[in-house]
């Protein structure tokens, strides 16, 4: 059974930064991809970020290049999501998953946190 959990969002005012956490259990962290999606009211949950079993391949979307980095700690079983420059549109419910990446590509599995609200006022 995987267990993950988010943590680290709050309230930021545009402009500002945010490092969100996902702590794993419950399998071999180091052996999965990891990756942050979003979802916002109304919307579909969308991709944010992917980092490689071993860090060395990540992946982003357009809206946050240059803005948001992943990272990880296999040692310690956690991811990070780093958030620099926030806008208002990045407001969302962040949920980490453990995957494969293939390339740059990202496939997500079945195993969800249960997500960590950011909100950005102006």
């Known amino acids: 059974q995987v267990q993950l959990v988010e943590s680290g969002g709050g309230l930021v005012q545009a402009g500002g930064s945010l490092r969100l956490s996902c702590a794993a259990s419950?399998?071999?962290?180091?052996?999965?991809?990891m990756g942050w999606f979003r979802q916002a009211p109304g919307e579909e949950r969308e991709f944010v970020a992917a980092?490689?079993?071993?860090?060395?391949?990540?992946d982003y979307a357009d809206s946050v290049k240059g803005r948001f980095t992943i990272s990880r700690d296999n040692a310690n079983s956690t991811a990070y999501l780093r958030m620099n420059d926030l806008r208002l549109d990045d407001t969302a419910v962040y949920y980490c998953n453990l995957g494969r990446m293939v390339g740059v590509y990202y496939y997500p599995s079945d195993y969800w946190g249960s997500g960590t609200q950011v909100t950005v006022s102006s």
């Open positions: 980092i490689s079993w071993g860090g060395a391949v990540t």
């Open positions: 419950g399998r071999t962290f180091s052996t999965y991809a």
